[in-house]
């Protein structure tokens, strides 16, 4: 017995929703690829301050991962690979970025948060490719 409100359903079921909301799923990762293509100077200062050299190679790495990772998600077409690279991407931020088990006090505690919502992220991103795969299974 579905329990869903017929007008919520016809929303859920929608694919001009499906699409808006794989957009919205992947605003953190093209805003930031698209900031730092703009800024490409800042992108490198960001390497930099993680230690990651050759600034200039990792800053087009996370670019080029964020911007078509995100693109594959939004398309539809390829959402699984999209999906996979920025969670593989994702949870590698932890390790580098925001490794809280090497960090003391409220630091710590906000970087123990921020990779608690990577993780959840990573679900997300697992969501987004399986409603992609749905909508194109549907056309």
């Known amino acids: 017995m579905n329990t869903t409100p017929r007008p919520i359903a016809a929303i859920l079921d929608s694919r001009a929703f499906g699409l808006l909301m794989r957009i919205v799923l992947t605003f953190p990762f093209w805003a930031s690829g698209l900031a730092k293509l703009i800024d490409f100077a800042g992108a490198q200062r960001e ?57 003391d006090g409220p630091m710590g505690v906000v970087a123990f948060h921020t990779a608690v919502e990577h993780i959840g992220m990573c679900g997300g991103l697992a969501l987004g490719a399986i409603q992609a795969h749905w909508a194109r299974l549907r056309r």
Do not use: D, K, N
Not at 63 to 91: M, N
């Open 47 to 103: 390497m930099g301050m993680f230690g990651l050299h050759p600034t200039a190679g990792f800053a087009i790495a996370v670019i080029i991962t964020q911007l078509v990772g995100a693109l594959l998600i939004i398309h539809g077409r390829y959402a699984w690979l999209g999906a996979g690279a920025l969670a593989v991407f994702t949870l590698l931020t932890i390790l580098l970025v925001h490794s809280f088990w090497r960090i």
